[in-house]
């Protein structure tokens, strides 16, 4: 499997930026309102039905304490934000908000991380280190409406690049559902996908 080049994915990072400047006019993008049919998902070369399993790690890319801190929702419904570029986007849910407050989050050192789906991770046998397709660390500056946009970056060589927004308290009548997290991943091109069968020395 070959490395992409950083031109390449600073051009595929830039594919996401009609959406990151959606969440910066303070506009939130229901996930639903996002889901083509399977027909046009179905139609990119990579499948974008199977779950990727997204969590919050302490540590920074690369050094991430592997047990996670808690487990977003799977991040698999097939979207597109153009009439060429899919992507894939978590569907947050009440069992899947982060119980820790955003100030929390930026203060202490944690970073949002996609895994490959659990089937790939098992055929292709690989570590949890290798198993990271993108990550990114939370930090930076937050958005009028209080919520964070962070850019995820390609892990392992893997071709996923994405952004993550982070939404605090978003429900006032329950003070116990800190932070809502939805992720959107751009999925790789084919040659990207670890193979089940490792290639010879």
Not at 3 to 32: F, H, K, N, W, Y
Not at 44 to 57: G, K, L, R, T
Not at 59 to 87: F, K, N, Y
């Amino acid at each position: 499997m070959h490395r992409r080049t950083e031109d390449m994915m600073r051009t595929r990072l830039r594919s996401l930026i009609p959406l990151a400047l959606v969440l910066v006019g303070g506009l939130a993008i229901p996930p639903a309102s996002l889901v083509r049919s399977q027909e046009t998902a179905g139609a990119h070369p990579v499948s974008v039905q199977m779950p990727h399993i997204a969590h919050i790690h302490t540590g920074a890319c690369g050094r991430l304490v592997p047990s996670p801190l808690a487990t977003l929702a799977d991040v698999a419904a097939p979207a597109q934000i153009s009439d060429t570029q899919p992507v894939m986007v978590s569907q947050p849910s009440p069992e899947r908000v982060v119980y820790l407050t955003l100030e929390e989050l930026l203060a202490d050192g944690y970073a949002v991380a996609v895994h490959y789906p659990e089937e790939t991770i098992r055929d292709a046998g690989l570590s949890i280190a290798d198993s990271y397709v993108a990550c990114g660390e939370v930090g930076g500056t937050r958005l009028p409406d209080g919520s964070l946009v962070i850019g995820l970056n390609e892990q392992n060589d893997s071709g996923y690049v994405g952004i993550a927004h982070l939404v605090p308290n978003p429900d006032a009548e329950d003070q116990t559902l800190m932070t809502l997290i939805t992720v959107y991943l751009l999925p790789p091109l084919p040659d990207s996908l670890p193979s089940a069968t490792p290639a010879a020395d």
